[in-house]
Structures are given as structure tokens and as C-alpha cells.
């Protein structure tokens, strides 16, 4: 496995019921306001969020743009939301539990099996490299998980 490959993760502790922050999370048309890379979420098929559902992700980073597809794989709603990014081979999960009086939340990217050719050609094409990304991306979950947080207690 390649440091592009490894799990990324960040986490916090929310001062809000875990209610709240599953409001918040589930609301995709506010995700580009806390995530640095994403700039809308659609979903593709009729029926609102559950397992099975599409969603079209639009990114970019400085002046790339591209497109994703993601299915939602697991769906324990207030607990638990995992959608599978096909172009890429990431899965990104979402967990949250009571934690005290607020929310333990942790955000995580495996990658269950490799990235995508795909991925990493275009990854090394435009965005610098697969383990730069990475990177990148370690770094942008937590900020996606620091603005949540920030909305959650506000």
C-alpha cells in the first residue's frame, strides 16, 4: 500500500447533540461550505439519502475541476453514513456517538482495496501526485470536520 492508499482521518468533539451534527452532516448543500474540496454534492436518483443512492460530487482544487460519483454503501442515520467513491476506489465514512454531554465525530478514508488507475493519473496529471493529495486531503477533512464542528455549536 502506498501512502496515497492509507487511511485518512480526523476527528473531534462536538458540543452538540449528535442529532444536530447528523442534521448538519446530512445536508449535503451545505458541505461545500465546510469541505476545501468540494463544491456540490447532487444526488442522481430519486429518493433522498439512503443506501443505494448516487450522488455526484463536483471538486477542485485551485483551478482543476472534476467530477465523482459516490453510492452511499452504509446508512445508520445518526450514527453512521459511508458512501463508496467509484472513480477513485475511496470509501469515506462518517461515525458519530454520544460523547459526554456532545458528539464524538470521526472522518475517515480508506481505501479497501487500491485507488483507481484513473485515479492516480489524474491525480499525478493535475493535482500534483496521489501521496501529495493525500495529504491534501488529510488536511482538508480535518478543516471539513473543525467547520462542522463550528456549526454544530453555534
Keep these: 500500500m502506498s501512502t496515497a492508499d492509507r487511511e485518512l482521518r480526523a476527528e473531534a468533539d462536538v458540543a452538540a447533540p449528535p ?4 442534521a448538519l452532516l446530512t445536508d ?9 474540496e468540494l463544491v456540490k454534492m447532487l444526488p442522481l436518483k430519486p ?3 439512503r443506501r443505494g443512492q448516487w450522488y455526484l460530487g463536483i471538486n477542485r482544487r485551485k483551478a482543476v475541476v472534476w467530477p465523482t460519483r459516490s453510492v452511499v454503501a452504509e446508512l445508520d442515520p445518526g450514527r453512521l453514513l459511508v458512501w463508496d467513491t467509484t472513480s477513485s476506489g475511496a470509501r ?18 480508506p481505501v479497501p482495496k487500491k485507488l483507481t488507475g484513473l485515479s ?17 486531503l488529510e488536511t482538508g477533512m480535518a478543516e471539513t470536520v473543525a467547520r462542522l464542528r463550528t456549526a454544530a455549536e453555534s
Design 120 to 136: 492516480k493519473l489524474f491525480a499525478g496529471a493535475f493535482l500534483g501526485g496521489a501521496e501529495g493529495h493525500a495529504d491534501e
Design 19 to 22: 442529532e444536530r451534527v447528523w
Design 28 to 36: 449535503f448543500s451545505q458541505m461545500p461550505d465546510w469541505s476545501p
Design 47 to 49: 429518493g433522498g439519502l
Design 92 to 109: 469515506w465514512i462518517w461515525e458519530l456517538s454520544p460523547s459526554g454531554t456532545g458528539t464524538r465525530l470521526v472522518h475517515r478514508r
